[in-house]
Nanobody
Framework: QVQLVESGGGLVQPGGSLRLSCAAS????????MSWYRQAPGEQRVLVAT???????NYADSVKGRFTISRDNAKNTTYLQMNSLKPEDTAVYYC?????????????WGQGTQVTVSS
């Protein structure tokens, strides 16, 4: 049974930082493509960042230079370090795991963690 559990969300002031974690079980983690998505109220879920099994990364333009995705295969965990946070980063953040060469947005999802950026 695949399980993805996100943690690390919360309330932070503009300009602050948070680190999200996604702990995975029930999958062969080291071959999976891991991604973070986010969904703001009234909007569609959008891709934020992706990391492949080989460590290649890709980011949405809106977070380039501020967010960093990483993975620790020994811990079956992927991370999203978020710096210089802005109010527009407020959203529920979801972890996604999919096999290589499968379509983006397929695979398994976590339950989400809320990030709120506000003064």
């Amino acid at each position: 049974q695949v399980q993805l559990v996100e943690s690390g969300g919360g309330l932070v002031q503009p300009g602050g930082s948070l680190r999200l974690s996604c702990a995975a079980s029930g999958i062969i983690f080291n071959i999976m493509v891991m991604s973070w998505y986010r969904q703001a109220p009234g909007e569609q879920r959008v891709l934020v960042a992706t990391i492949t099994s080989g460590g290649s990364t890709n980011y949405a333009d809106s977070v380039k230079g501020r967010f960093t995705i990483s993975r620790d295969n020994a811990k079956n965990t992927t991370y999203l370090q978020m710096n210089s946070l802005k109010p527009e980063d407020t959203a529920v953040y979801y972890c996604n795991a999919r096999p290589p060469f499968s379509p983006a947005g397929s695979g398994s999802w976590g339950q989400g963690t809320q990030v709120t950026v506000s003064s």
